[in-house]
Structure formats: C-alpha cells, structure tokens
C-alpha cells in the first residue's frame, strides 16, 4: 500500500485537521464532535443543510460546507457512517430557528443513524427532516442498501437545495426541491480498477488488466456486470442508456449532465466521457442545458467514472446557477 498518510487510523482526523488549517474563513472543524461547520453558522432564520457520510469519497460531503451550499457535514470513519452523536452535534451547530434538513444518502447505516439523530434533535425542540438520495440506476438492492444506492445526485441536490435555503425560503419549500431533484436525477458508474481502504491495506475487490466493472457502487460494491475494457464510447452507452430510460427522458427535455470521476480518474480522461455523452443527449435531441465535470463524489483512489442526468425546470436552474463558495465548489462569490 502506498499513500500519502502517518498512520491509517488517523487519516480522518488530520484530513479534518489540515481543511481547518486551510479554510478558516469558510469552515470550522469540531475536532471532538467531528463535524464540519460553516464558519458563520447558525445563519438566524435560515433553514441549516445537515449532510454526511462515511469519509473516503471526498470532496463530499466536508468540501461542500460553506454559503449557498451545506451548513455542516458529518464525516464517519472511511466507508463508515458517521454516528448519531456527531449529526446531533451538527444540527445544534447550524439550528437558526428555520428546521434543519438532513440529505441522506440511501445506505442503511446512513439512514438509521440520521434517523435517530432526528429523534433526538426533536426531543429538543428542534425541527427536522430528511430527503433520502437514491439515484443509482444499477442495481435495486447492494450490500449496503435496501432499495437504490444514493450516488452523485446527492451533489447536485446539496448545490441546488443550498440556493434555495440561502434565500431564507421555508423548511416546506426547501424540502418540496430537495424531494424534487431526487426524484429527476438518475446515475450510473464503473470501474477500471478498485481501490484500498487504508485500514485494510489491500484492495477491496480483484479486476483483471482487461476487465472493468459496470453499475459500481461508490464503497466498491458489485454492479451489474463484470466486462471486457471497451473503448469510452461504447462505456458511455453502457452507463446512459440505462439512466435516459429510466428517467422516460423525451426529445427536447433539459438536463444538467455530471460526469464524475471516482478518484484515480485524469480530468481529460472525463472530458473524453463528457464528449462521448454529449454526443448521445444531442442524439435524442436533450438539451445539454448545464454540466459539472470532476471529481466530487470519490471512492478513494479508485480509477473509473460515472454518469448523472438530472432533468431540469426553471427552479432548479436558477439555484444551480446561484452564488456558492465552498472549499470544493465556488463561483459568483
């Protein structure tokens, strides 16, 4: 294993220790609750933006703290949900009087533990409510999940649901979007290669040098197949199909395309994706109205890409286009 760390059981807490050092002006770091907190948080009137997971698929969920973006980020254990203490911790740090609305990606030990902080923040008077991710178009039940896996629609909706929010909109309206985007947003992914948990110190699964695998979830779980290298033409077909079907998407219809990379993957390798996709939505005459192309949900290291189309109306452009400033993602600021 070769990565840059001391020590693999403290590879968290210095990550969280150098975003502190490095965005002091956009966040704060609880070292003892570990959370990530907008720097002026809690915003006075503001619905607070509560998400998290488990670390390794950075910048999500930590570099997307900041004004018009997330309000606090809960990040577990590499590949581990973070636990109810650290959410409760965090929706005390960002209650402005609004309610809090936690974005939870659909894995089961997400779901519960946000469930429970819920509980608990309620029993202090404290409203709050979650939007639950499940995008992923490849397979219906995986290791961690009962039902789709939550994947890179979980960006998209935090971006889109934080513009909102930073206007001062109700809990109601911030929740009627978030549920929104879900439900119009479809990804698919894959792999080249796995990658190694550093607690491990071995790679989490086997791929042959001719091999890549389809429909990967984010913590390497299986997809739907395991195939042949192919060139990225024929890997975009394999990825978009699946996503433009399920979404019933008609000639002339809107979509934002995000093509992720999973960690290991060279932006001009996305872009060469990004190109392949863009022939394709031109193809079925889908508008290609607005992109985002680079590595933002992450599995570690691991080298490959995947695919998200989220179908657009008036609304979700105008808070996609707003102002946001975040260690990961800024522009209008």
């Not at 608990?120 to 639950?132: D, G, Q, R, T, W």
Request: charged share 20%; net charge negative; proline share 5%.
């Amino acid at each position: 294993m070769k990565k840059l760390i001391n020590r693999p059981e403290g590879v968290v807490s210095e990550a969280l220790q150098g975003m502190a050092a490095l965005h002091p002006e956009l966040i704060r770091v609880d070292e003892a609750a570990q959370i990530i907190v907008r720097a002026d948080a809690p915003v006075r009137g503001k619905v607070g933006i509560v998400s998290g997971g488990g670390s390794g698929h950075e910048p999500m969920h930590g570099g997307f703290v900041g004004p018009g973006m997330l309000d606090a980020a809960c990040p577990g254990a590499i590949f581990t949900s973070p636990v109810p203490d650290q959410m409760l911790a965090a929706t005390r740090a960002v209650n402005g009087g609004a309610g809090v609305l936690y974005i939870v990606k659909n894995y089961t030990g997400d779901v519960l533990n946000f469930e429970m902080a819920a509980e608990l923040a309620a029993a202090e008077n404290i409203e709050v409510v979650s939007v639950v991710t499940n995008d992923d178009v490849a397979v219906q039940d995986s290791l961690y999940t009962a039902g789709r896996r939550g994947v890179g629609v979980t960006v998209l909706l935090e971006k889109i649901v934080g513009g909102l929010a930073e206007t001062g909109a109700s809990l109601e309206a911030v929740i009627d979007l978030a549920r929104r985007v879900n439900e119009q947003g479809r990804s698919m992914g894959m792999a080249l290669t796995s990658c190694t948990v550093p607690a491990a110190g071995k790679p989490t699964f086997e791929l042959g040098d001719d091999e890549m695998e389809i429909g990967i979830g984010i913590h390497g779980e299986p997809g739907r197949r395991r195939v042949k290298l192919a060139p990225a033409a024929e890997i975009v077909e394999m990825l978009v199909h699946p996503i433009i079907a399920d979404l019933n998407l008609e000639p002339g219809e809107r979509v934002l395309a995000f093509v992720n990379g999973m960690g290991g993957t060279p932006l001009i390798e996305l872009y060469v994706i990004a190109n392949e996709l863009a022939k394709i939505l031109r193809g079925h005459n889908i508008s290609l109205s607005r992109s985002l192309v680079g590595s933002y949900i992450t599995s570690l290291e691991m080298a490959g890409c995947s695919i998200t189309l989220l179908r657009l109306d008036d609304e979700m452009i105008r808070y996609w286009d707003a102002p946001v400033h975040t260690p990961a993602l800024r522009r209008g600021m």
